[in-house]
């Protein structure tokens, strides 16, 4: 059973690594103002919502961006609204395992902003938002994997956007909001656990994908170095 949980009588499975691309893909929707963008918000699919929040991660990056999601940075650079911006970016999808629920949160914090500043309901932002959508394309490599250690292995040099397809966007298929990684550890006993304790402390949002790598490789070389892993 690929990448499955196997019963107590079962060996574990073999890990089959996959690469992925996230496609953007133009929605048609462009808004000038923030009572606008509440409304494109009402209006557009959750794989909107998913991008703006977590598309970013896979974007080239030519320095530190001031915050992680497109909406933040929009109130930021486009609408001059430091505050509404701050606000927007203390948003982490990761405590939301239903996109409708953040939808929810940003159109409040939205609200909010509009109740406090008349003047946000028809000042034009500098720039459109423009709201786009995803489309994961998943690859199947030549990668396979049977224990930790061959995992650990082959880590330091998997693709970010694989990291990215096994460890962020594995939440919407993995159940209670897990990844790909910590599903299959559940077949290798206490050693397994505790890899698991360690991913779950791990924050893939508010980091680089090449710092997310590193920080997963840590996690594993740690406990394979203690003596625990067979």
């Keep these: 059973m690929e990448n499955g949980v196997g019963t107590a009588q079962d060996p574990p499975s073999e ?3 996959k690469d992925c691309a996230l496609l953007a893909i133009a929605t048609g929707r462009r808004v000038y103002t923030l009572s606008e963008l509440r409304g494109g918000l009402e209006g557009v699919g959750e794989a909107s919502i998913y991008y703006h929040f977590w598309g ?11 915050y ?3 909406f933040a940075g929009w109130a930021l650079h486009s609408l001059h609204d430091a505050r509404l ?7 982490d999808p990761r405590e939301y395992p239903d996109l409708s629920e953040l939808r929810f949160d940003l159109l409040e914090i939205i609200d909010e902003r509009l109740d406090e500043a008349d003047y946000l309901h028809w000042m034009p932002a500098a720039q459109p938002f ?12 030549d990668k396979r994997v049977s224990t930790p250690a061959e995992l650990l292995a082959i880590l330091p040099t998997l693709p970010v956007s694989s990291l ?3 460890f962020i966007d594995a939440r919407r298929r993995v159940p209670e909001a897990g ?4 599903a299959w550890l559940s077949d290798f006993g206490d050693m397994g656990q505790r890899l698991r304790d360690g991913l779950a402390r791990v924050d893939p949002y508010f ?19 203690d003596g625990h892993a067979a």
């Design 207 to 225: 980091a680089t994908l090449g710092t997310l790598r590193d920080q997963v490789v840590t996690i594993f070389a740690a406990e394979l170095e």
């Design 68 to 70: 992680n999601n497109d």
């Design 85 to 91: 911006a701050e606000r927007m970016a203390m948003l």
């Design 164 to 166: 990215f397809y096994h």
């Design 130 to 141: 423009q709201f786009m959508r995803s489309q994961i394309v998943v690859f199947s490599t």
């Design 15 to 17: 890990f089959a690594v």
């Design 179 to 182: 990844d790909d990684f910590s």
């Design 56 to 66: 970013s991660l896979l974007q080239p990056r030519f320095g530190e961006r001031e």
